[in-house]
Nanobody, 119 residues
Framework: QVQLVESGGGSVQAGGSLRLSCVAS????????MGWYRQAPGKERELVAS???????NYADSVKGRFTISRDNAKNTVYLQMNSLKPEDTAVYYC?????????????WGQGIQVTVSS
């Protein structure tokens, strides 16, 4: 069994910054990709940013230039540095990981962490 544990959320004023972290732990696994999604009230879950094991990074247009995703492979951790936050960034943020466990692929989700940006 694999667990994704998120941390770093909270409340901040517009223009502020937050850094989210997500650690994958548990069974022996290989990480193919990790990323962050978010879901605002009344809206569908959307991709924020992702990074593959090969280093390919993808961002939602709405966060380009403001958010930075990074990985520490040795710690099985992915980070999301969020700068110049806007009220529309308010959402529950979910860590996502594409893993291989005993040669089988799995997709795991974290429990979600609240980010609130006030104007």
């Amino acid at each position: 069994q694999v667990q994704l544990v998120e941390s770093g959320g909270g409340s901040v004023q517009a223009g502020g910054s937050l850094r989210l972290s997500c650690v994958a732990s548990g069974s022996t696994f290989t990480i193919n990709a990790m990323g962050w999604y978010r879901q605002a009230p009344g809206k569908e879950r959307e991709l924020v940013a992702s990074v593959t094991s090969g280093g390919t990074i993808n961002y939602a247009d709405s966060v380009k230039g403001r958010f930075t995703i990074s990985r520490d492979n040795a710690k099985n951790t992915v980070y999301l540095q969020m700068n110049s936050l806007k009220p529309e960034d308010t959402a529950v943020y979910y860590c996502n990981a594409h893993l291989v466990v005993l040669v089988r692929p799995y997709v795991y989700w974290g429990q979600g962490i609240q980010v609130t940006v006030s104007s």
